[in-house]
């Protein structure tokens, strides 16, 4: 297995994550839990598999100085022409993470890492890279695919052969990742470098509903419920995505 890029489906990509309700919820979390954790002084920021630099837009938007790093140029170039199209300036480097440490040579004050890790071969290989890219007192934005909501999921619909066999990674070409993460497993990873000061679920709701309900909620009720309950000791664990921002140690 080799890690995944988006080369040739970047549109889709697009389309499919940001054209509708998923991605709203997705960017209405990871900033809500960014605006609450981050201190309002600007801070340089580095972007670890950005795709079309949603979170990174929103970022410079408000101040900070950012840098984004994506291996697919289609998708970088969309990210360049969001930025543009904004009014916005930033730093673009067409890399993948294991070429970052030889080219980029001062820490940053935040690295995000939003869903990557379940697109590589060997993800707990990135992660001391990434202490290394952030600064001993700044903050990383880890976002990744829940195992846990997969297997639920799947248990919802009766795929049970699919659960015995544990079948969880998507069909190739297809958008579903190929390296779903086990929560306690990465948790255990980062312990020895990373101190995890907040956790959210992303959509720990909405990819339950069944499709009639999904269809007649307004995006804004589904904004606010997802947002209020994120956290929830129930609900969070859920979350189709799980956010963690931590501290290194």
């Not at 960017?27 to 598999?49: I, N, T």
Request: aromatic fraction near 10%; include cysteine; proline fraction near 6%.
């Amino acid at each position: 297995m080799t890690d995944r890029h988006f080369d040739e489906l970047a549109t889709r990509f697009a389309e499919k994550i940001y054209g509708g309700a998923k991605g709203a919820i997705r960017l209405a979390v990871l900033q809500a839990d960014l605006a609450e954790a981050l201190p309002e002084r600007p801070l340089r920021v580095l972007d670890v598999g950005a795709g079309l630099g949603h979170m990174s837009l929103w970022l410079a938007q408000r101040g900070h100085r950012v840098t984004l790093a994506e291996p697919a140029e289609p998708m970088l170039q969309g990210a360049r022409e969001r930025f543009a199209d904004a009014g916005q300036e930033a730093t673009f480097i067409q890399a993948p993470w294991q070429d970052l440490l030889g080219q980029l040579e001062q820490p940053y004050d935040l690295v995000l890492c939003h869903a990557v890790l379940e697109w590589l071969a060997e993800p707990a290989r990135i992660l001391p890279v990434l202490h290394q890219l952030c600064a001993p007192d700044g903050w990383l934005s880890l976002a990744f695919y829940n195992k846990d909501a997969l297997i639920y999921r799947n248990l919802l619909k009766g795929h049970f052969r699919k659960l015995r066999k544990a079948e969880f990674a998507g069909e190739k070409q297809s958008l579903t990742p190929q390296m779903p993460l086990d929560p306690r497993e990465l948790a255990a990873q980062l312990e020895a470098h990373w101190r995890v000061e907040s956790q959210s679920g992303v959509r720990v709701f909405h990819d339950y509903m069944p499709q009639p309900f999904q269809a007649k909620a307004e995006l804004l009720d589904l904004l606010e419920m997802e947002l209020a309950y994120r956290r929830h000791p129930s609900f969070a664990g859920l979350g189709r995505y799980l956010h963690w921002i931590c501290r290194p140690r």
